[in-house]
């Protein structure tokens, strides 16, 4: 699954900021390639409104 950060981390709470680090999202724009399982989409769905997922 490639994850592309599309909103703003600003404001955001500390486990979000988190989650997105444990993802290898920084700032916006960056793309990371994920494993599609479980531990991801858990992560995905904290992070739903600031991300954009695109099945590689």
Do not use: C, F
């Not at 955001?12 to 724009?29: D, Y």
Request: glycine residues 8%.
């Amino acid at each position: 699954m490639k994850i592309k950060l599309v909103k703003s981390l600003a404001g955001k709470t500390e486990k979000q900021i988190a989650v997105a680090a444990s993802l290898g999202l920084h700032r916006i724009g960056d793309v990371t390639e994920q494993p599609d399982n479980n531990a991801t989409k858990g992560k995905i769905a904290k992070l739903s409104h600031l991300i954009e997922v695109t099945e590689a």
